[in-house]
């Protein structure tokens, strides 16, 4: 089955720079890649997501990268804010048929102001 | 669309009790997915669902864990002679028929077994 490494699992950033996490998943097959933020004793929740059909993605201040050949991806945020401060996960949905998602274990982001 | 409901969001069972988690999906989604997830960690998957189905049950423990998402009514997560080790969060996510689409999920229901 699918396998999502997610790094680092902490990290933390002045207010105002940028933060980056990092993905790599195991299945060449995977075509689906989304990011859920989640804070503190609520849900996860969609922050972006892109398809193995497109090398990047942007939202904002948010940004989403993929390398298939390498089997990453990276979650880029930008001029960040004391808002941003949440856990954050990636996920790959492994193929078609099945629409399950693997999530990594996770990076808790802390924005410094 | 009131999104994902989970009920009840907290629930206390005593050891070899049983607990049944609820959830309905938001309207017009087809697919039900059920996630743990333990104190600082990360979301485990345990089922995928869709109308009457078991899709994907590879993340459930053997014994005791059954789900089901009947034609009509909430999909139920039901956890039979509950352990210490069964607190958790349990979330629900649903999302529509397709390929591609994220999931939306619910407020998650808080399990605690004493």
């Known amino acids: 089955g699918e396998n999502v490494e997610q790094h680092p699992s902490t990290l933390s950033v002045q207010e105002g720079d940028s933060a980056v996490i990092k993905c790599t998943y195991s299945?060449?097959?995977?075509?689906?890649f989304p990011w859920y933020k989640q804070e503190l004793g609520k849900r996860p929740q969609l922050i972006i997501d892109i398809r193995s059909n497109v090398g990047e993605k942007k939202d904002q201040r948010i940004a989403v990268t993929l390398n298939k050949t390498a089997k990453h991806f990276s979650l880029h945020i930008t001029e960040t804010q004391p808002e941003d401060s949440a856990v954050y996960f990636c996920?790959?949905?492994?193929?078609?048929?099945?629409?399950?998602?693997?999530f990594g274990t996770g990076t808790r982001l802390t924005i410094i102001p | 669309n009131a999104g994902v409901m989970q009920n009840p969001r907290h629930l206390v069972r005593r050891r070899g009790q049983e607990a049944r988690l609820r959830c309905s999906p938001m309207k017009g989604h087809s697919h039900v997915y059920w996630y743990r997830q333990l104190p600082e960690e990360g979301l485990k998957f345990m089922v995928y669902l869709q109308k009457e189905n078991i899709i994907d049950e590879s993340g459930m423990p053997k014994e005791r864990f059954s789900a089901e998402f009947p034609k009509e009514g909430p999909s139920i997560l039901r956890i039979q002679q509950v352990v210490r080790g069964d607190s958790a969060a349990y979330f629900c996510?649903?999302?529509?028929?397709?390929?591609?689409?994220?999931?939306?999920f619910g407020s998650g229901t808080r399990l605690t077994v004493v």
């Open positions: 996510a649903s999302s529509p028929p397709g390929q591609g689409n994220g999931y939306t």
């Open positions: 996920a790959a949905r492994y193929n078609f048929g099945n629409e399950k998602l693997t």
């Open positions: 299945d060449s097959a995977s075509n689906y």
